[in-house]
Nanobody, 120 residues
Framework: QVQLVESGGGLVQPGSSLRLSCTTP????????LSWFRQAPGKEREFVAG?????TTYYSDSVKGRFTISSAANTIYLQMNSLKSEDTAVYYC????????????????WGQGTQVTVSS
């Protein structure tokens, strides 16, 4: 497993922006698939965004055009713009060392989660 530490969650109003960060003390390898998931109360954990170090990115339909995943050195970011109440959830960064997947079952390393609450 890879240790991941998240930061950046909080309480914001609808329409606001927030940036989440996820840092690992070690190196991120080019074969790994980096992602963000989220889990709202009473719902299953769902894929939000993912990327290959080559730069290819993937998004769920619900966040496409509003969220951006990126990475720099040993940190993974999720820039969230135009936030909506339905974006309220605990957000997790995750790494699949075997490569691309959108299924949480394929991710072997997880952050501790950070709460994002969008409310007026």
């Amino acid at each position: 497993q890879v240790q991941l530490v998240e930061s950046g969650g909080g309480l914001v109003q609808p329409g606001s922006s927030l940036r989440l960060s996820c840092t690992t003390p070690g190196r991120i390898y080019s074969s790994w698939f980096l992602s963000w998931f989220r889990q709202a109360p009473g719902k299953e954990r769902e894929f939000v965004a993912g990327m290959r170090l080559s730069g290819t990115t993937y998004y769920s339909d619900s966040v496409k055009g509003r969220f951006t995943i990126s990475s720099a050195a040993n940190t993974i970011y999720l820039q969230m713009n135009s936030l909506k109440s339905e974006d309220t959830a605990v957000y997790y960064c995750a790494i699949a060392r075997r490569g691309y997947s959108r299924s949480s079952k394929d991710f072997d390393s997880w952050g501790q989660g950070t709460q994002v609450t969008v409310s007026s």
